[in-house]
């Protein structure tokens, strides 16, 4: 993911956004909370080949990106792929958890038996 811009008002991000996908080029946004600043999002191009295409369609609404693809369908795996890493995370720690209680278990009541 590379960096295009940061907004301050929502309604501009959603609009900037709007266009982005409809021209194929799918986003990411990333809320950041400055002490001076206030509340702001970055935006990210998904596909950093297409960042440069993003910022000239942003000061240019007419200019068709080099290499469009399906926006929706690729900001829709994206978000898939973050519960994917988590679930096999979480798989890993159950593991670890119930090895160590199966060690502690034996180890309680291992030498009685």
Request: proline share 4%; aromatic share 8%.
């Amino acid at each position: 993911m590379e960096f295009i811009a940061r907004f301050h008002d929502p309604d501009e991000l959603a609009r900037v956004r709007h266009l982005l996908r409809s021209k194929g080029i799918p986003t990411y946004v990333r809320g950041i909370e400055g002490r001076s600043m206030g509340t702001q999002d970055a935006l990210f191009a998904c596909l950093n080949h297409q960042a440069e295409d993003a910022r000239r369609v942003i000061h240019n609404p007419d200019f068709e990106p080099a290499h469009p693809v399906d926006a929706r369908e690729v900001e829709r795996a994206m978000e898939n792929a973050d519960y994917r890493v988590i679930l096999k995370w979480a798989i890993v720690v159950l593991g670890l958890v119930a090895l160590l209680f199966g060690a502690l278990m034996y180890l309680q009541f291992g030498n009685r038996v």
